[in-house]
């Protein structure tokens, strides 16, 4: 069997809470947001993993986070994405850090051998970001280019990153469903793990 396998940033419940609010504030427009139980940082998606292979993920991913402190990220604007000249998604994002950019670096890295992978240099950083909703791509572009509402808007969400998530993706009818896998703290040695 294969399951689609993604390592994330989970955000807390209070943190999912803010960024809703902020979504109910924002202009109408044509977009499926995201379910608050979804909302996340992804760091990379594996594709398809064969059930043998999970395993052998887990232990790569807990390696790679032993060597990794706790760190900070602030989300501090929502905009369209990957760009306002061709929004696809509304986006909160976030402040260029270099650990987060380190952290994508090592775990691409260490998963190399696993099919598909493409690894990314972040050596100035990564900006983290939060996918809030996608546009319906038919419906936003019968909005003429000037009339379209305008998301610029500053944010301040500050938190303390402690650990990465393994989670397998299943889509149903309600949409994407998340099932946690593997929940990893950051800094700690295989000592740590096992009493954690």
Not at 155 to 164: G, H, L, Q, R
Request: hydrophobic letters at 35%; glycine letters at 6%.
């Amino acid at each position: 069997m294969e399951h689609k396998i993604y390592i994330i940033i989970s955000l807390s419940r209070e943190i999912k809470k803010k960024l809703s609010k902020h979504t109910l504030k924002l202009p109408d427009l044509p977009i499926h947001w995201t379910k608050r139980e979804n909302l996340q940082i992804s760091l990379s998606f594996l594709g398809k993993i064969k059930d043998e292979s999970i395993s052998e993920i887990i232990n790569s991913v807990e390696e790679v986070s032993a060597n990794h402190k706790p760190f900070f990220l602030e989300l501090n604007r929502i905009c369209y994405g990957p760009t306002e000249e061709n929004p696809k998604m509304v986006l909160a994002r976030g402040v260029k850090s270099k650990e987060i950019g380190k952290l994508k670096n090592d775990l691409e890295g260490r998963l190399l051998s696993i099919p598909k992978q493409k690894p990314s240099i972040f050596k100035e950083g990564l900006s983290p970001y939060v996918t809030l909703g996608r546009i319906k791509k038919s419906d936003f572009r019968k909005i003429e280019v000037e009339e379209r509402p305008l998301i610029d808007k500053t944010i301040s969400i500050k938190f303390e990153v402690n650990s990465i998530d393994i989670m397998e993706c299943e889509i149903e009818s309600t949409g994407a469903q998340y099932t946690l896998l593997q929940s990893i703290g950051l800094g700690k040695n295989q000592e740590d793990l096992e009493a954690w």
